[in-house]
């Protein structure tokens, strides 16, 4: 899996205005998964406070349909971050790949005092390598967060994405209209937000006013759907 998958993976985010950092708030949100179109199985996204001025947000994706299922294919994403100001700042990271017999682990730290992050376990040798921090860096998941909380229609939001030893700027570009999206029996307007990116893939995120997720999150490669996210419920820390 790709680290969209962290945007999911890497991945996985709506407001029609800009609400501040403080506004963040704990949630538990349900999704469907579907790779090239067909239903793969279920992804949690969880947002909760550590204590100490510090977040969790978690993506646990599990396969539970087809060959994936039968090789109990699941993927876990975590980071750890503090709100500084309106920034969203990542302190630790885990990801965790399990397929057959096989689990794959990649620990990620992000020290501001060295201003430098690095990452150990499962990761490619030439990822190994200490990353300088600037300001505003973040992993997927809070960029995805960060999608949520910016979006305004006709918006371009940049940030810079700091993630499983690769660093890179994403840029997204907020649809100027609206567009219709269903959730369960419910239907929405919801802001389309594509990222701008070369080569092949492409990313979408669908974001609702009042939602704190994403409603949908849609990777394409070659003009074909990969990887798809749909919102079924989500639960504020108030209603569960």
């Known amino acids: 899996m790709k680290p969209f998958l962290p945007l999911l993976l890497a991945a996985l985010t709506g407001a029609a205005a800009p609400t501040s950092a403080l506004a963040l708030e704990p949630f538990v949100a349900n999704y469907e998964v579907f790779n090239g179109g067909k239903a793969l199985g279920d992804a949690t996204m969880q947002v909760k406070p ?8 978690d993506l646990d994706i599990r396969a539970e349909h087809g060959m994936m299922s039968l090789a109990g294919a699941a993927a ?36 501001w005092n060295q201003r430098s992050a690095q990452w150990t376990g499962d990761v490619k040798e030439h990822r190994r390598k200490p990353i300088p921090l600037q ?16 979006a305004q229609p006709g918006k371009t939001l940049s940030y810079r994405f700091v993630d499983s030893g690769r660093a ?14 269903k959730i369960d029996d419910m239907s929405f307007n919801a802001m389309r937000v594509n990222r701008v990116q070369s080569g092949s893939e492409e990313t979408s995120i669908w974001v609702v006013d009042g939602v704190p997720t994403p409603v949908r999150i849609l990777q394409r490669e070659d003009g074909q759907d ?3 996210l749909r919102l079924v419920e989500y639960k504020g820390v108030n209603e569960q």
């Not at 550590?50 to 947000?57: D, F, Q, V």
């Not at 505003?136 to 910016?150: E, F, P, Q």
């Open 168 to 181: 890179r700027p994403h840029q997204y570009v907020v649809q100027q209209e609206l567009e219709g999206v």
């Open 50 to 57: 550590e204590g100490g001025g510090r977040w969790r947000i």
């Open 135 to 150: 300001d505003g860096d973040m992993s997927g998941l809070l960029i995805n967060l960060a999608v949520v909380r910016d």
């Open 76 to 111: 876990q994403q975590t980071t750890v971050f503090d709100v500084v100001g309106d920034a969203y700042r990542p302190l630790s990271q885990k990801m965790v790949r399990k397929v057959l017999f096989s689990k794959r682990v990649i620990d990620g730290n992000y020290d």
């Open 226 to 228: 990969t990887y798809d």
